[in-house]
């Protein structure tokens, strides 16, 4: 029942924000969970969100896999040159 309230009623709101965020190119991500453990997900990304979106993003993608996430963060701070060479984790992984 809560997946239609999600589908008929939710979605198509935040479909609407979504809409407006990319004409003024704001980065937009809402996560609902309409049932244990199922979550419906509406996401705008941009060249040049932020740090905390990126990581709020690749979280609701890539949960619960806590590897996956640590993983996929490393790889994406590799590719933009970020400097995580404070992060006890990431020297773990090799990333400096």
């Not at 453990?37 to 979106?53: A, D, P, S, W, Y």
């Not at 993003?57 to 949960?63: D, G, Q, S």
């Not at 996929?72 to 773990?92: P, V």
Request: with cysteine; hydrophobic share 40%; aromatic share 6%.
């Amino acid at each position: 029942m809560n997946e239609n309230i999600y589908d008929t009623e939710i979605a198509p709101k935040l479909l609407e924000i979504a809409k407006i965020c990319e004409t003024h190119e704001i980065p937009f991500l809402a996560v609902a969970e309409w049932a244990e453990g199922k979550v419906g997900r509406t996401e705008l990304q941009t060249n040049n969100e932020c740090l905390v979106m990126v990581m709020v993003r690749h979280c609701a993608k890539t949960a619960p896999n806590i590897d996956g996430y640590v993983i996929g963060l490393s790889r994406w701070a590799k590719e933009k040159n970020i400097d995580t060479s404070g992060s006890l984790i990431m020297n773990q992984l090799g990333n400096r």
